[in-house]
């Protein structure tokens, strides 16, 4: 980013992703929760350690201990098992404001599930172009996450 940051544009990101879940939504909403918190993976594998308090205002963040980690953002809204939007910087540390919303809809056993993202600030390049493949990972753990634990009930 320019040291002046008067002279980056304001960008935006709008993202929208689609996903079947071979589960029941209240499973498909638990599992949302769980990928938001502490079952969230990077693409590698490695666990990344994020913590979502599930209810309106709570936070949603990065913990690394000792008082240490990186706020993501707040529940706006909560409307389980159907609902769930977050506002705030999410993962990026300049300026910039972000809404994401994951939608649930129950069609028998088979959940749909569509995340938004829309966002707008100083937002570099290479944020903007990674932001798609990081929320495809995202709704895909989901999908993972939500199919296992149907498997086990």
């Known amino acids: 980013m320019p040291s002046n940051a008067s002279e980056q544009p304001v960008q935006t990101i709008n993202i929208v992703k689609n996903v079947e ?27 990344f350690p994020m913590k979502i308090e599930p209810w309106p205002g709570g936070r949603w963040f990065r913990d690394l201990g000792n008082d240490a980690g990186h706020f993501w953002g707040h529940v706006q ?10 506002c705030g910087p999410m993962f990026m540390s300049y300026p910039t ?21 829309t966002a707008m600030g100083l937002i570099p390049k290479e ?27």
């Open 21 to 47: 879940i071979a589960a029941p939504i209240d499973i498909a909403f638990e599992a949302v929760l769980q990928e938001l918190g502490p079952g969230s993976e990077l693409p590698d594998g490695k666990p």
């Open 77 to 86: 809204v909560i409307k389980p098992p159907t609902l769930l939007e977050l």
């Open 97 to 117: 404001v972000s809404h994401v919303q994951y939608r649930l809809t129950a069609e028998g056993e088979i959940t749909r599930l569509k995340l938004t993202h």
């Open 127 to 153: 944020h903007q172009e990674g932001v798609s493949t990081g929320w495809e990972h995202g709704v895909n753990r989901i999908r993972q996450i939500a199919e296992r634990l149907k498997n086990k009930r």
